[in-house]
């Protein structure tokens, strides 16, 4: 298990990993693991890889708003990271990043950096009620929860995701009909979160709409990550809610707190409304 | 009055139109009576100008998401603008504009084009209870409103606000401390709400921290508008909410519904806290 202050050696330092190309800008190993079925990669982890060439290229070392385009469903294999620098204060400093592989740009990111600090929130959306984490349903550890006619995705082997049973019964045969999931997240291999994996739990759940009972795929157009806090090790919770679903498009939202109750990240994203 | 079905003379359109430049971009002329208070241009007015550029160079018809980086507070006069077009099919293209003037970038934005229909919405956030037009309070008709040591922005004369009485206090030296604001928006001129305006109205009201009493400037560093449906004619009501003050930044929800009921837009924005 990695030291907490040291997160060299886990599986989500590693498959965000970038480094220097020979063009001057960054190039990564997209990583099989992360996927959310079908061999398509979660579109939170793809935000992370561009987020961290985004903190490598500004004076400023956590991302704070991330807007990304899904062009293209990416796949797994190498990776080239563009980052064209923007303007730089004091404060924050601006860029954007162009994800490509062999076909061409499949992810932009308008990224703002800047530095997070720990200090106490003037205000604050309350963390909702929810079970302890050893009372919530693995969603890894229950395959039966994949829903008919889906592989059970590599993300849940990666992001270890315990559902408040009070959203779980889409699981069971029971929809709840409402767009609603919580769940306690954490890396599997205990990495301890940071403003990056908040910005892959923004968007590491299934898609709400598996709570109302729609099992198709949901493919996120527009994603906005904005990051708040230094999350405290341990578990974070995340409830994600659906919200206006008309003429093949809807929203769904995500707010995260830590272990200590902080709001540590939100994130909105618009897709295409699942089959 | 401009005819509904014909918005060419409308103060909005003239103040966003784009056209052709030397170069194969386009160019605009900001207007200066589309500001905030002290010269500084609204931040839904400039993505209009983009999203209209956008829409120009794209197969469809509307912006659905708009993703914007504000890089510096740009000032009225020309501007160009920059299209670059990412891909595009059947349902939808991408494509990223930047705005700049005499000094450089002032906006980035990422927009998806498709085409908006007035289906009902399979799932939607009911409008809230608001008193009818009539008995809400005018910001243009009440200089009162303006908070102390602030002029009235350009705006309230372009934009005409109507403030639920329940969320004015503020402006009568009792804020409620809750940072919320509710108000129906349409433009001074009648000219009919459209996709392009939503964009506008979903960055028109004040602050929601004049609400909690705060009246400094929150300048907006990254904006994302979701356009969902084809507004009818009339009134359009906006609810806009403040959520986690933390760390020297603030976020806010706007919730656009047309005189029908149908939520019809939505934006989210990451602003540095107000002094």
Known sequence: MPQDDDPQGSAFDAATAVRRGPDG??????????????????????????????????????????????????????AALAVAPGPAGRTLAHSLVTMSDAGGPTLVVQATTARLTGAAAERELPMPDVPPVEDCVSLAENAALAPPGLSVPGLVHRVETRLDPATAGWALGRPSGE?????????????????????????????????????????????????????????????????????????????????????????????????
């Open 179 to 275: 767009p609603v999931l919580r769940a306690w997240l954490r890396f599997a291999d205990d990495r301890e979160p940071d403003p990056l994996a908040l910005v892959t739990f923004a968007d590491a759940l299934p898609p709400t709409s598996f709570a109302a009972g729609r099992f198709g795929w949901a493919p996120t157009v527009q994603l906005q990550v904005l990051v708040r806090a230094l999350p405290a090790p341990g578990w974070c919770l995340i409830e994600a809610r659906g919200g206006t679903l008309a003429g093949g498009w809807h929203d769904e939202d995500y707010t995260i707190w830590d272990s200590t109750g902080r709001l540590v990240a939100q994130s909105r994203q618009l897709a295409r409304a699942p089959r």
């Open 25 to 78: 800008g960054f190039v990564a190993e997209l990583h099989p693991g992360w996927d959310v079925g079908g061999g398509i990669l979660n579109g939170g982890y793809l935000l992370a890889v561009a987020a961290r060439a985004a903190v490598a290229e500004s004076p400023h070392p956590h991302p704070v708003a991330l807007s990304g385009s899904y062009l293209r469903a990416g796949a797994a294999g190498p």
